[in-house]
């Protein structure tokens, strides 16, 4: 029922820039607070950025602010994340969350390589 998918990963090179998306079903996504988490081998995950329903909000991991933008289109059911300046630290599956009062619902992930 709840779905969440989504697309846009890669092998990027230093510097350089990729554009995620995610696609949600099942569920009134407008209501809802959506983030990406990313996770790396051998680590824990970590929130990278949120969004709050009406998109005019939204919060930033110290390490990616100023490089990653999130935004949404509730029109299309979507989330985005614009990473820009990528560094190999960056290397990650990154996650799709929608938060709901007392569960999380997560996407597949999308693997993202920063590698020159």
């Known amino acids: 029922q709840v779905q969440l998918v989504e697309s846009g990963g890669g092998l990027v090179q230093p510097g350089g820039s990729l554009k995620l998306s995610c696609v949600a079903s099942?569920?009134?996504?407008?209501?809802?607070?959506m983030s990406w988490y990313r996770q790396a081998p051998g680590k824990e995950r970590e929130l990278v950025a949120g969004i709050n329903s009406a998109g005019g909000i939204t919060n930033y991991a110290d390490s990616v602010k100023g490089r990653f933008t999130i935004s949404r289109d509730n029109n299309k059911n979507t989330v985005y994340l614009q990473m820009n300046s990528l560094k190999p630290e960056d290397t990650a599956v990154y996650y799709c969350?929608?938060?709901?009062?007392?569960?999380?619902?997560w996407g597949q992930g999308t693997q993202v390589t920063v590698s020159s």
């Open positions: 099942g569920f009134r996504f407008s209501w809802l607070r």
């Open positions: 969350n929608a938060k709901f009062s007392s569960v999380d619902y």
